[in-house]
């Protein structure tokens, strides 16, 4: 592949000086098929899956230089006059920008509808850079100085990209999108260097001449840099600090609507309508975005608000979780005058159930104890809590003794009645629970009430598992002689 694009510019060279006659048609084909290249290339390493969407956009923008070359093409070998579609090609050119735009102004890691309107903002962008080239020079009268604003038209907006490449590239942690940034930046480059030499030095120069292998430098080596296997050097360079990323990150999107704001102010003598067209859609368009932008961080953070308290292999409330919960049901409790009850629910044998038939199967009977539990406790205060490891909690709020003992029986009855397989004594699954029911005074602590429960959970272990046992004190809270067993087989 190396060797053809390195012939590419010889073969051109060639073409023009062997064949004077039919130069300039051979030099429409390769500088047609100089950018299709390209395209190709960039569309091959988008089937990579990695920034896919980045490598389409030079694609595209490759395919649109192609298309305003291919109408250069037929009104000049096809046309008599050239003047009605010459704009045409020009739009084309400007078009060519607009995903180059993007690419540098759209961060990939936002949500795509904030991606779809730096699209319509970096359309609106190269719809009104096209209407503002017009406002120097016209294709049929042109003054020596709108043709010079024209060029410079165009060696801004080429710096521009290369700019923002150079930046987006700096600013890239990730390996495979520096890759990216640092290939835009060395075509931007080279395109910015081509296109100045031609525009402000050989202008005047029909095409079929031998400043044309020039124009088609910077797609042969946009081709390359797409295929080849090695990172370049420019690939290789370490990023910079997550700081710098991160701001780079924060600001990019301000370029499209900072620019157009900038394209749209020289027209407002001009265009008036247009200007302030252009006005708008630079701040209902950022101000859309950020709306966007932050509907999809406050999800985000919901989301892992949601997983700080969540237990991944049970979807209960994880430990975290359970100890807010009672902090503010006790101190609810507390004000109120109210009973709070408390559950420690431990499976038996589960050591035992793992070595017999292994983590999975393990995990799958935790899962399953953890649905029972949540189908037994479903008032709308009751929290069901993995406590840790093989051990659950049920905190059962507003709520006696004996109606939390009717509660916790259900639950040992319920999670026995699944007939779950188990290697353990009665060859099924069952759990222990450990009971504990007060109304809270002024001096006492949650950890008071977690202990009677734990002590409780091993009382019903002791008895021979399979059971509930309750410690039961009535306010102001009094210990009592030690648990007290209520049902349950052994």
């Known amino acids: 592949m190396a060797a053809i694009l390195l012939a590419w510019p010889l073969v051109h060279l060639a073409a023009l000086l062997l064949v004077p006659a039919q130069a300039k048609p051979l030099s429409f084909a390769f500088l047609i098929l100089a950018p ?21 956009a030079l694609a595209l923008a490759m395919l649109l230089w192609a298309s305003g070359m291919t109408v250069n093409m037929c009104a000049d070998l096809l046309l008599a006059d050239a003047g009605p579609i010459t704009g045409l090609s020009i739009l084309f050119y400007v078009l060519y920008g607009v995903p180059l735009t993007f690419l540098v102004a759209s961060p990939a890691r936002d949500p795509w509808p904030a991606r779809l309107v730096d699209g319509l903002l970096a359309a609106a962008l190269g719809w009104i850079f096209w209407v503002h080239t017009f406002t120097f020079a016209t294709i049929t009268d042109a003054s020596a100085e709108g043709v010079l604003n024209l060029r410079l038209m165009f060696d801004i907006q080429n710096l521009f990209v290369l700019l923002f490449a ?28 081509v296109a100045g030499y031609i525009n402000h030095f050989q202008m005047e120069a ?12 910077p797609f042969l080596l946009l081709a390359w840099l797409a295929l080849r ?39 407002i003598s001009r265009a008036p309508g247009l200007a302030v067209g252009g006005f708008i859609a630079a701040l209902l368009g950022y101000g859309l975005r950020n709306i966007l932008v932050q509907m999809r961080s406050f999800d985000e953070r919901d989301r892992l608000t949601r997983l700080s308290r969540i237990d991944a292999l049970t979807g209960l409330a994880n430990r975290r979780q359970f100890d807010e919960t009672l902090l503010a049901e006790w101190n609810r409790a507390r004000r109120s005058g109210t009973p709070i009850a408390l ?16 983590h999975p199967v393990g995990d799958a009977r935790l899962r399953s104890v953890a649905e029972a539990l949540a189908a037994t406790a479903t008032r709308g205060g009751d929290l069901v809590a993995r406590y840790g490891g093989e051990e659950f909690a049920a905190i059962l709020p507003g709520i006696d003794a004996n109606i939390a003992a009717d509660l916790a029986e259900r639950m040992r009855r319920d999670i ?21 029911a007060l109304v809270p005074d ?37 210990p009592a002689p030690g648990p007290r067993p209520l049902r349950g087989a052994a």
């Open 166 to 193: 150079l930046v987006r590239h700096r600013a890239s942690t990730d390996p495979q999108r520096r890759a990216l940034f640092g290939t835009l930046a060395l075509f931007a480059g080279a395109y910015l260097l």
């Open 343 to 358: 559950a420690l629910i431990d499976i038996d044998h589960f050591k035992q159930l793992n070595d017999g038939l292994g």
């Open 229 to 267: 296997p090695a990172p370049s050097s420019l690939e290789r360079r370490r990023a910079s600090s997550p700081r710098f990323s991160l701001l780079v990150h924060a600001g990019s999107p301000l370029m499209l609507p900072l620019t157009l704001l900038a394209v749209s102010g020289p027209l």
């Open 416 to 436: 026995a009645g699944l007939g779950l397989a188990s290697p353990a004594p009665g060859g099924i699954v069952t759990v222990s629970i450990g009971l504990a």
């Open 36 to 56: 299709l290249a390209a395209a190709l290339a960039c569309g091959l390493r988008a089937r990579r899956r990695r920034n896919a969407d980045g490598w389409i």
């Open 206 to 217: 029909d095409f079929g001449q031998l400043p044309d292998v020039l124009i088609g430098l």
């Open 442 to 478: 002024a001096a006492s602590e949650p950890a008071e009430l977690l202990a009677m429960a734990d002590s409780a959970l091993y009382g019903a272990k002791r008895s021979g598992r399979n059971a509930v046992m309750q410690w039961q004190v009535e306010a102001p809270a009094i």
